[in-house]
């Protein structure tokens, strides 16, 4: 069975441009969550999306959106980055929000130069 | 909010030898989960052990297992044996049960283990 897969692994764009990240959870699950791992700031929760809805929102900025698409796949989107956005961006994701196991990607490494 | 305090930023320890992680959290809340993950350089976050509040018992996984002290919300982890693939950084996280749109992860800043050959 495939896990959670995130696309792509790298990115490298430039200060004011957008990004979109883009996860597969694993088949079954409805519920995935975009977490930020900045360098010495630990996992900061980014959004929940449950059923193609969202459920709950980290401390971040607008320009940080997503969406959930029919197929429970999800994309996340940053708007206008700065080089604070340089960061590893993990995906989760689990049968259901009340589920207590989520289970993560590789992440997708953003880098704004 | 929850606040989760890992006042370890790196530990080491020799292979077979037992080391122990500390973590903190901060919760007003009766009913909740605590976690233990490991992120290898391979980035892929894995789930360690898990403790549910309500329950008194210590959670145990193979060499795994933490102790969980609810009054004085102390949530460690005992690694025994240790290997060199338990070389990773480890990761509490807390979340709570309460239902609604509380269902996320709060993790602490990480503790990075090293395992000496």
């Known amino acids: 069975e495939a896990g959670v897969t995130q696309s792509p692994t790298h990115l490298i764009k430039t200060r004011g441009q957008q990004a979109t990240l883009r996860c597969s959870p694993i088949?079954?699950?409805?519920?995935v969550y975009w977490y930020q791992q900045a360098l010495g700031l630990g996992l900061q929760f980014l959004l929940w999306?449950?059923?193609?809805?969202?459920?709950n929102r980290g401390n971040f900025p607008p320009r940080f959106s997503g969406r959930q698409f029919p197929n429970y796949s999800s994309e996340l989107n940053v708007n206008a980055l700065e080089l604070e956005d340089s960061a590893l961006y993990l995906c989760?994701?689990?049968?259901?929000?009340?589920?207590?196991?989520?289970?993560f990607g590789q992440g997708t490494r953003l880098t704004v130069v | 909010a929850q606040t989760v305090t890992q006042s370890q930023p790196e530990m080491s320890v020799q292979e077979a030898e037992t080391v122990t992680l500390s973590c903190t959290y901060d919760?007003?809340?009766?009913?909740?989960?605590l976690f233990w993950y490991k992120q290898p350089p391979s980035r892929q976050m894995i789930l360690v052990i898990r403790q549910e509040a309500y329950k008194q018992q210590n959670a145990t996984e193979n060499r795994f297992s933490v102790n969980f002290q609810k009054a004085a919300k102390s949530f460690s982890l005992k690694i025994s044996d240790s290997q060199l693939g338990d070389a990773a950084m480890y990761f509490c996280a807390y979340r709570s049960n309460s239902g609604g749109s509380n269902y996320k992860l709060t993790f602490g800043k990480g503790t990075l283990l090293t395992v000496n050959p």
């Open positions: 989760a994701s689990s049968l259901g929000g009340w589920v207590t196991e989520a289970f």
């Open positions: 999306y449950d059923e193609g809805e969202e459920r």
């Open positions: 088949s079954g699950h409805t519920s």
């Open positions: 919760t007003s809340e009766s009913d909740y989960y």
